[in-house]
């Protein structure tokens, strides 16, 4: 007879994280000496640019090893503020306004502590990152999802948004660039979402990740510049994605004072403070425009994007447009009329090709993959190569 006391129901009645799963399961697969094309995790194969490198090494070998304040380092929240100013044209005090971040996923923890109590709701999109549903679910919240379709261009119909909304809806949870339909809002997509935000008196939080990497031409706005959103809304977002910095686990929140001193509050119980010398090469980075080795980077992920998003396009049974913004494709493949799942896991098992299955974002995800595209060339084309190969034979 097991006498060992129960963990906790949040734990045993939560999923394992789709995204961060199949890319652990390829590590493994690599180590033990399998040829696996890898375009699971949302993840640049390029290394942190060396300034910001030799930045954190000088931080380092100048002592810059203890604690900082909880809010995060002076330096650090001053470059936020001027990168704010710069690229989104905000004015944000970094004494009361801001925040360092472990990375969004412990803004948004710290986010969702702050904003709800037990048995509220929080609605998120669907499909939307898979993470969002188990931290709503950790702090006692509902997530409430609300389809993305494709007939709408994966953007909220508003009647519907609307429709969702309950006596113990507190907050909308909101993603642009979007993870994983790669749809990056506009101006007027803002306003309308605003509209619905301030007329239920609802707080946002407002996961902006992939802020630098939009497409074609596209420009990211941030949702504070309109009108009454200040108050009610969190940014938050990192460096993992537009420095190639995903190891380094630094980012940051904004938001009115309010908000901000009561994420403070928790900050100090829960992790003190990050890390100091990843605030100083984050600083770096933020301080400044981005550098042209940066830009480079960028530049080639939308290449590549596009390079991907054709060719899935022209295998037989995929439908899969280039994304209006981050570095992977949303792959319709419900022609194939195989469960995503199940295409997933036999891609990996057959042809040692790793994707995420649409299904794990949420409901309106299924008959869709997600594929990766900041990889290098020769990933890229013989990966696109396993998966014709895989499709043909699924379609006799």
Not at 70 to 94: M, S, V, W
Not at 127 to 155: D, E, T, W
Request: proline letters at 5%; charged letters at 25%; aromatic letters at 8%.
């Amino acid at each position: 007879m097991d006498t060992t006391p129960n963990i906790s129901d949040r734990v045993l009645y939560s999923e394992e994280s789709s995204t961060v799963g199949i890319a652990d399961t390829v590590t493994r697969l690599k180590e033990s000496g399998e040829a696996v094309v890898d375009f699971s995790a949302a993840r640049a194969f390029e290394p942190t640019p060396a300034y910001l490198v030799d930045e954190a090494i000088r931080a380092m070998t100048e002592g810059d090893t203890h604690q900082t304040m909880a809010r995060g380092t002076t330096d650090y929240r001053r470059a936020i503020a001027a990168k704010l100013k710069r690229e989104n044209g905000i004015d944000a005090d970094p004494e009361t306004e801001i925040i360092a971040t472990m990375g969004v996923k412990q803004g948004l923890t710290i986010s969702l502590l702050t904003l709800i109590n037990p048995g509220d709701e929080v609605i998120v999109e669907d499909p939307c990152f898979p993470s969002y549903k188990q931290l709503i679910h950790y702090m006692g919240g509902k997530a409430v999802p609300v389809p993305l379709r494709a007939v709408n261009g994966f953007r909220w119909d508003m009647d519907e948004l609307s429709a969702a909304i309950t006596s113990r809806t507190k907050a909308i949870l909101f993603n642009s660039p979007q993870n994983p339909t790669g749809v990056v809002h506009t101006r007027k997509d803002l306003e309308k979402l605003a509209e619905v935000v301030i007329r239920h008196n609802l707080f946002l939080m407002s996961d902006e990740v992939y802020e630098r990497i939009p497409w074609a031409g596209r420009k990211h706005e941030n949702i504070c510049t309109v009108e009454g959103m200040k108050e009610r809304t969190i940014t938050l977002t990192s460096l993992t994605k537009s420095f190639s910095m995903g190891g380094w686990r630094i980012g940051f929140a904004y938001g009115s004072a309010n908000i901000i001193s009561s994420l403070y509050k928790l900050q100090q119980h829960l992790i003190t403070s990050c890390n100091a010398f990843v605030q100083a090469a984050a600083a770096m980075a933020f301080k400044e425009p981005p550098r042209q080795e940066v830009l480079n980077y960028w530049k080639e992920w939308e290449t590549k994007t596009l390079y991907v998003s054709e060719a899935l396009d022209n295998i037989p049974g995929i439908s899969c447009p280039m994304p209006e913004g981050a570095f992977f494709v949303w792959a319709n493949i419900s022609e194939l009329e195989i469960p995503s799942k199940t295409f997933v896991e036999k891609l990996l098992s057959e042809e040692n090709v790793a994707l995420v299955h649409g299904s794990s974002f949420g409901e309106h995800g299924e008959g869709y993959v997600r594929m990766t595209c900041s990889k290098t060339w020769e990933d890229n084309k013989e990966g696109l190569e396993r998966i014709r190969r895989f499709v043909q034979k699924i379609r006799g």
